[in-house]
T-cell receptor
Framework: GDSVTQMEGPVTLSEEAFLTINCTYTATGYPSLFWYVQYPGEGLQLLLKATKADDKGSNKGFEATYRKETTSFHLEKGSVQVSDSAVYFCALDLDSGTYKYIFGTGTRLKVLA | DTGVSQNPRHKITKRGQNVTFRCDPI?????LYWYRQTLGQGPEFLTY????????KSRLLSDRFSAERPKGSFSTLEIQRTEQGDSAMYLC???????????FGPGTRLTVL
């Protein structure tokens, strides 16, 4: 069935380090792909998205490229800040008419000053 | 636009009691989703409304769960005869339908004792 697999956390980095959070998916059809972020005590917020193969989503210094050949959508940031500490969720929406999401399990990022 | 709101934010109940949660989507968003998130997991789809019509329900939604969206505005999710396994964060999201992006509320955290 359709699924999203994320690397397990927690991921602990020093400020200004390079970040990669891996995400791979299994899906029939042509889903859109998303990264959502959940800061402590807050709701899920859309970070970036890509709707078709080879699209690159970007926001707040984060980037992810929709790779159909490897069924991946890895999240990257060149220089993380303490304020990036949060839980990051990779998700896809099924191209089924309802566009419901399938989420990964989330990856907790902790950035140390 | 004040975003998606959910009430209550927290609910503690005893096993066997009924509980009801409310979601107010962003105005004029015709799509509304309910998800459930347990500790350490990503949100899981429960049900979907387009306007007032409930178009899809997950197998996760047992007979004890019912959701409504009268007049296509706010939505309620009721759980009857709660069980300890129902303890989770219940998330509501809305979408305008012209975008595949969903906007999430802060969630209602349910604890069943």
């Amino acid at each position: 069935g359709d699924s999203v697999t994320q690397m397990e956390g927690p991921v602990t980095l020093s400020e200004e380090a390079f970040l990669t959070i891996n995400c791979t998916y299994t899906a029939t059809g042509y889903p859109s792909l998303f990264w959502y972020v959940q800061y402590p005590g807050e709701g899920l917020q859309l970070l970036l998205k890509a709707t078709k193969a080879d699209d690159k989503g970007s926001n707040k210094g984060f980037e992810a490229t929709y790779r159909k050949e490897t069924t991946s959508f890895h999240l990257e940031k060149g220089s993380v800040q303490v304020s990036d500490s949060a839980v990051y969720f990779c998700a896809l929406d099924l191209d089924s008419g309802t566009y419901k999401y399938i989420f990964g399990t989330g990856t907790r990022l902790k950035v140390l000053a | 636009d004040t975003g998606v709101s959910q009430n209550p934010r927290h609910k503690i109940t005893k096993r066997g009691q009924n509980v009801t949660f409310r979601c107010d989507p962003i105005s004029e968003h015709n799509r509304l989703y309910w998800y459930r998130q347990t500790l350490g997991q990503g949100p899981e789809f429960l049900t979907y409304f387009q306007n007032e019509a409930q178009l899809e329900k997950s197998r996760l939604l047992s007979d004890r769960f019912s959701a409504e969206r009268p007049k296509g505005s706010f939505s309620t999710l009721e759980i009857q005869r709660t069980e300890q396994g129902d303890s989770a964060m219940y998330l509501c999201a809305s979408s305008p339908g012209t975008l595949d992006e969903q906007f999430f509320g802060p969630g209602t955290r349910l604890t069943v004792l």
